[in-house]
């Protein structure tokens, strides 16, 4: 028999978590403000500095409102984030080389990062109210239509590291929720090759450097379009041979060339949305070294400031890639860069540890969630979570190609602090009600 005092239980492990994330990253952002002289020419950590006050603020605001409450209003949520959207492709400033950012002057908002929440909330909602037959064909379409929208409109502002994001709160709220393994695996599959193909033509150019017959026959439409054709056309009469004789081969032949051919109308789609720095990404990702002082610039830097970190860092203050402003973004996109060459591996282990035990946390959250809802949100927030620490680290160190996606709680920047504590605030709502009848 759970206890009026359980029920008041707060999780202030993951509370502080939380803070210490939050004042690791005061301290760094103000170190990346620091010129070689050691003098402070930014004032950004001072914004930080209200940011973070304001986060706290959230974190306890959406503590104590019921998440269940949520879901009764999550679709109007849902809304009016893609009309948000829509707004910011007309009306919105450019930062960076994308129309993501709503505002006057320095003061803004930048929708996409807010859209993760409304995207999370709509589809826990959905994935509740149809959790008997999510796993059908029928309700999976369903579900990628939601998570489409949103995603669609920030990939064309273009934003491609906010809208991949959106990528793993699906999969996994899906598998959760109790979705099929071979559609989650196709649609991991389909999407993958969507990257993969979009990039082929640079990949010809910059590493391979010679044309390669079959990646032209993939990429021109003139050849394309007959080889989109023809996998029309075998999907068309495997379907008829599945329909008449009900041999199980016809399905995985529907299932595989149906998933070759998105991907090749999609990687159109994604050469005309990407600009050409986004795909050059992904080549330097294979290999810095093919444009060094332009496109790979960043990731060399940035290895580089990682690596002369050591074992216990060269001391708060005292890195020479900061200092000489050698990374561009350094405050927020490679802000582990930074941290990582002043505190070492032994700091950079310590803010992993940090990491993992908020994650740690915040599964027991949806372990102990007391319905459907809690599970379904507290699994997106986690896997939101989970990828933007991957991704940015992985950057940082060279394993993973640059994408722009901040680091949660430590990165500069108020919209993406204020959704990593809206996240925060919501787990702790599902703890404060786990034993609630």
């Known amino acids: 028999m759970a206890t009026n005092r359980d029920v008041l239980k707060f999780d202030i492990i993951l509370f502080i978590t939380t803070i210490a994330l939050m004042v690791i990253g005061i301290f760094f952002i103000y170190s990346s403000g620091v010129n070689s002289a050691g003098i402070s020419v930014s004032n950004e950590w ?4 209200i940011w973070v006050i304001s ?3 959230i974190i306890i605001l959406f503590t104590i409102y019921d998440y269940a409450k949520f879901k009764l209003i999550s679709f109007y949520i849902y809304i009016v984030m893609v009309l948000l959207l829509i707004f910011t492709l007309i009306f ?5 080389g994308a129309r993501s950012w709503l505002g006057i002057g320095p003061f803004g908002i930048q929708p996409g990062e807010f859209s993760k929440i409304a995207l999370i909330l709509y589809l826990g909602s959905f994935l509740d109210d149809n959790y008997k037959t999510i796993f059908t064909l029928k309700k999976f379409i369903q579900a990628i239509v939601i998570i489409a929208i949103p995603m669609l409109l920030i990939l064309v502002q273009p934003d491609f590291g906010s809208a991949i994001v959106n990528v793993p709160i699906f999969l ?17 599959i389909t999407g993958s090759l969507i990257i993969y193909l979009t990039a082929l033509p640079a990949w010809s150019e910059y590493i391979a450097r010679e044309e390669v017959l079959i990646i032209n026959v993939l990429t021109q439409w003139a050849t394309l379009k007959y080889v989109i054709a023809a996998l029309i056309l075998i999907i068309l009469l495997s379907a ?5 004789f009900k041999a199980s081969y016809y399905y995985w032949i529907i299932y595989f060339t149906s998933s070759f051919t ?3 109308v999609g990687s159109i789609g994604g050469r005309l949305v990407l600009k050409g720095y986004q795909i050059m990404r992904l080549i330097i990702f294979i290999d810095p070294q093919v444009d060094p002082q332009g496109a790979g610039w960043n990731m060399i830097q940035s290895i580089t400031a990682v690596g002369a970190g050591g074992i216990w860092g060269r001391g708060y203050l005292q890195g020479t890639q900061s200092h000489l402003q050698y990374l561009p973004q350094q405050n927020s996109d490679f802000i582990f860069s930074i941290f990582s060459e002043e505190a070492g591996f032994v700091g950079a282990i310590i803010v992993f540890a940090l990491y993992i035990l908020l994650l740690v946390r915040s599964l027991i959250v949806v372990d102990r969630a007391n319905d459907r809802y809690g599970v379904a949100v507290g699994s997106g927030i986690i896997g939101m979570i989970f990828f933007h620490v991957i991704i940015n680290t992985g950057m940082a160190i060279g394993i993973m190609p640059i994408t722009g996606i901040p680091l949660f709680f430590l990165s500069y920047g108020g919209s993406s602090l204020w959704t990593a504590s809206i996240g925060i605030g919501i787990l702790l709502s ?4 786990r034993y609630r009848n």
């Open 92 to 96: 919105g400033n450019y930062v960076n």
């Open 262 to 264: 998105l991907a090749l």
């Open 172 to 188: 996994v709220m899906m598998f959760l929720a109790g979705a099929r393994i071979k559609h989650l695996i196709y649609l991991i």
């Open 430 to 433: 599902i703890y404060q009600r």
């Open 55 to 57: 986060s706290i603020v």
């Open 240 to 244: 008829a041979g599945l329909r008449f």
């Open 46 to 49: 001072i914004k930080q500095i």
